[in-house]
């Protein structure tokens, strides 16, 4: 590409090391989560929510578990301020959720936001001025001393505010365009704010810092929290947030980063919704915590009921390659990814496993309210034996042998080829059924008698050009002796007869279910199901339908 030299590198490392976080392997337990849907999810939708929607949204973030809502810049806007004071004076706010509200250095904006705060049993204050070189030079064009002043004057209004108005306030403070911030100048203005709140142990105050626009990849960004959580005054009563966009498509792994790095809370929103390429998305990083067997304390058991809702109400979509909610992220329509999956899916019955470790799939999809069948193995013309005979055990109860799998799996990618679509599973049933199953054309099996002496000798009855024949034959076994009085009497030849029965166990009726493989002098293998309340004549029928295959439509006993 042209002009990649008007670009350079606009983040600023530490003055000291500070790598300590890439010693640890993984997260060990959840951060605090606070949403901020309702704020820079909000403001970031073309239509931005309504009261009712807005309302609706809460709840479902309390729903989900979210201890600490940002529900907006009260100051800011009349619907703003309207949807705090709904929730205040309506009750809505559960006793265990803290509603975080939004505010400028300002303090007719202060008073207002404590004005809408009045009733709330317990709120935190989020104070924020931009410290960017890029800011402060371009937007404010302020000395560094002019911009610690505006955060500093505005932590003393918050504390003479909060005075005067009954409740219980927390307050934190953003050096917003805290990524493009010399870190020495990020430390000290947090530190005169500190200086002016004097947080303690029943006191404890927020900074938050946030990658408002990202810059660096991850580790760059984990070694500016760890450099400002090493250094920064009142460190044990102070509870050091991230909030990660995602301009670089790094916003999970900033976080996931800043938590090993010193971090204790994280705002984000659910699926990324926010700004530009978005906020961080909650639900992965939740998902990706319980993954490693962490309890993320959020609850996305029924997701698709959350996309539901989310969908509804922001007007906007879920990726389908979204992690964990995407409609297609279990999605294996891969031959060799069906099997390993299928096979792993039979692992886990055939054993005890304390844990999950099926390929391919990072998390059981049942946890957050997603189905094997229809969102894990889907058909294809790219799908193979493994999967496709997958869907039949598991939705409808049909254990094929392998080597019919493989001849049923052929037959079904060649249709989703020549369709140019995916199967879903009635559609691959179907199929089955009208390809294997009680084949009654040109022969159908009438009845069937048998007498045991040396060997099994039986007599068989079929109709075939609406003429009822009557043969004879004699075996090793029952359906050895049927396939011999086929061979003998229509002049057909097959041999290795393959066998297999199992009771069908899925659906109202008690059936028997039977497989009968046969081999032509050419080598090629026909195969037919046979179902009937009785065994034996599940086995006949299946039989019936493997030759039936293999004779066709065009060939007449004279």
């Known amino acids: 590409m042209k002009n990649f030299n008007k670009y350079t590198r606009g983040y600023f490392m530490p003055p000291v090391r500070s790598m300590k976080w890439a010693e640890k392997e993984y997260i060990t337990e959840a951060p605090t989560w606070c949403s901020v849907d309702l704020r820079d999810g909000n403001q970031a939708l073309v239509v931005p929510m309504n009261l009712e929607e807005k309302l609706e949204y809460f709840q479902l973030l309390v729903k989900i578990g979210f201890k600490e809502i940002e529900v907006g810049f009260p100051a800011a806007s009349e619907t703003e301020y309207t949807f705090l004071r709904t929730l205040i004076e309506e009750d809505l706010i559960p006793d265990d959720v803290t509603i975080q509200v939004l505010t400028q250095s300002r303090e007719h904006i202060i008073q207002k936001t404590f004005e809408s705060l009045k009733g709330a049993k317990q709120a935190v204050v989020h104070l924020y001025n931009s410290t960017s070189v890029a800011q402060r030079e371009q937007v404010f064009r302020k000395s560094k001393e002019e911009i610690i002043d505006i955060a500093v004057s505005g932590a003393k209004l918050l504390k003479k505010y909060a005075a005067e108005t009954p409740g219980n306030f927390q307050f934190q403070y953003s050096p917003e365009s805290f990524t493009g911030t010399e870190l020495e100048f990020a430390l000290d203005i947090c530190n005169q704010v500190l200086d002016v709140w004097q947080p303690t142990p029943e006191n404890k105050v927020i900074i938050n810092l946030p990658a408002t626009v990202s810059l660096s990849m991850p580790h760059v960004y984990a070694s500016q929290i760890e450099y400002m959580s090493d250094h920064m005054n009142y460190r044990e009563n102070v509870i050091l947030s991230l909030h990660p966009h995602n301009d670089r498509g790094s916003g999970v792994a900033d976080a996931e980063l800043g938590i090993l790095a010193g971090g204790q809370r994280v705002e984000g929103t659910l699926f990324g919704n926010g700004e530009r390429t978005g906020n961080v998305d909650i639900v992965t990083l939740a998902l990706n915590m319980f993954s490693h067997g962490v309890d993320p304390k959020l609850d996305f058991t029924n997701i698709l009921d959350i996309i539901s809702v989310y969908e509804r109400m922001t007007k906007m979509k879920v990726n389908e390659r979204q992690p964990y909610g995407g409609k297609l992220v279990f999605a294996a329509f891969s031959g060799s990814h069906q099997d390993a999956i299928a096979k792993g899916m039979r692992w886990r019955e055939e054993n005890e496993c304390q844990h999950w470790t099926v390929p391919y799939l990072m998390i059981d999809p049942k946890d957050i309210g997603r189905e094997y069948e229809g969102d894990v193995i889907r058909i294809n013309s790219q799908s193979g034996k493994g999967g496709i005979g997958y869907v039949l055990e598991q939705q409808y109860g049909y254990d094929l042998p392998a080597k019919m799998r493989e001849s049923f799996g052929y037959i079904v990618k060649n249709i989703s080829d020549q369709q140019h679509k995916e199967l879903m599973s009635d559609e691959i049933y179907t199929i089955f059924y009208d390809e294997y199953v009680n ?120």
């Open 439 to 558: 084949i009654k054309s040109p022969l159908e099996f009438v009845n069937y008698h048998f007498t045991q002496h040396d060997d099994f000798r039986t007599l068989i009855t079929i109709k075939m050009n609406n003429e009822v024949h009557e043969f004879e034959g004699e075996g090793n076994g029952r359906l050895d002796a049927i396939s011999n009085a086929l061979q003998t009497n229509l002049g057909i030849k097959f041999s290795k007869l393959a066998y297999k029965e199992h009771a069908q166990e899925i659906g109202s009726e008690s059936n028997a279910v039977s497989y009968v493989g046969i081999t032509a002098l050419d080598g090629t293998e026909y195969w037919g199901c046979g179902i009937d309340v009785d065994i034996m004549t599940s086995s006949v029928k299946a039989l019936f339908s493997a030759v039936n295959k293999m004779i066709g439509i065009v060939q007449l006993i004279k």
